[in-house]
């Protein structure tokens, strides 16, 4: 994982921080972008580098992609996060700390928050239970949306009678 002096979290923050400002419905695009970019599977400023699109990232369409290209080019000073968004880490970076202590991997039980295809996921619930236990797994936890959020593909009662038990 390359440094980056705008990095996937920091590019969180400004772009939680230019939700603060911004006039709807621009607001919940940047804070909606925010939170993805913890999520990111790769540095925004990678595939800048390497000259592909920032839309290819969640959350991202060509508005943010010009904001962030910015960013990246000539980075921001960035306050300190506020208590609530405070040593977050980002995909990138624990994948990058797992891949030194590989250990870690081992002392995990289980996994307390899973989306299966029912809601934003994409595996069928038997698919994630087999999945834990060749891992070797204590426990799972599937949490998928339910219907009051249905951007995130929220399952409503009727759905859920179908699921398979």
Not at 118 to 137: L, T, V
Not at 145 to 153: F, M
């Amino acid at each position: 994982m390359a440094r980056h002096s705008c990095d996937n979290a920091k590019i969180a923050e400004l772009l939680a921080i230019a939700g603060d400002t911004a006039r709807p419905p621009l607001t919940k695009a940047f804070r909606r972008a925010s939170r993805r970019a913890f999520l990111w599977p790769d540095e925004a400023a990678d595939l800048v580098q390497k000259g592909r699109s920032l839309t290819e990232l969640p959350g991202i369409g060509p508005y943010l992609e010009k904001i962030i290209g910015r960013w990246i080019d000539d980075p921001p000073a960035t306050p300190k996060p506020p208590e609530i968004r405070k040593a977050f880490l980002t995909l990138v970076q624990a994948r990058a700390m797992i891949a030194q202590k590989t250990a870690w991997l081992k002392e995990l039980k289980g996994d307390l928050q899973m989306h299966s295809e029912w809601s934003d996921g994409s595996s069928p619930i038997r698919e994630m239970a087999a999945e834990a236990n060749r891992r070797g797994y204590e426990y799972i936890a599937i949490t998928d949306h339910a219907k009051g959020l249905k951007i995130a593909g929220g399952i409503d009662e009727k759905q859920l009678q179908h699921q398979p038990p």
